[in-house]
């Protein structure tokens, strides 16, 4: 995505890489404070994009902590399921809480942590997944979801 990071370089940050198609850019910053830099981004991509895309940064920190949590027990773990993770742009309230756990079905399962929602995603009998709609609705928030998967990968880079 040569675009995507000539755009964060045009910014001033450094060691700017993007990972495969999914949007997600590591870059190096300096002290500036993180809703600041998340305006700055998002700025540059309605510029860009001709549209606002929401901007959520993890640090390091935050990121291998995101990756490390385990939401699930091994128990409720299936081969056909799928773990997401939805990035919040703030932190959550109880109402917020309550409306996402009046999500969780038999095939659905919502563990709120920090700015994060874990979401367990389980095939349905007629190999289908849940829909977002309802998730969109809850949460009423800039977010984004990301597999599990992209999420310990980029947070490999930075262990390493």
């Given amino acids: 995505m040569p675009v995507l990071r000539q755009a964060f370089e045009s910014l001033g940050f450094t ?12 870059f190096e910053a300096g002290y500036e404070a993180v809703r600041t ?3 700055k981004i998002g700025e540059k991509m309605v510029s860009i994009l001709g549209y606002a895309a929401p901007t959520f940064i993890r640090t390091p920190a935050e990121l291998a902590e995101i990756a ?13 399921a799928e773990h997401n993770i939805i990035f919040l742009s703030d932190l959550p309230d109880e ?10 079905t038999s095939d659905n399962q919502f563990r709120v942590y920090r ?3 874990y979401w367990l995603r389980r095939k349905k009998p007629e190999g289908t997944y849940f829909s977002t709609v309802p998730v969109t609705k809850a949460i009423e928030m800039p977010f ?9 990968l980029i947070a490999e880079r930075y262990m390493k």
């Fill in 15 to 26: 060691g700017v890489t993007t990972v495969a198609a999914t949007g997600n850019v590591t």
């Fill in 37 to 39: 830099l998340e305006n």
């Fill in 68 to 80: 490390a949590y385990e939401a699930f027990p091994a128990s409720e773990n299936e081969p056909s």
């Fill in 95 to 104: 109402m917020f809480i309550q409306r996402v756990a009046a999500l969780q």
């Fill in 115 to 117: 700015r994060e929602i």
């Fill in 144 to 152: 984004t979801v990301r597999g599990d998967r992209i999420v310990k």
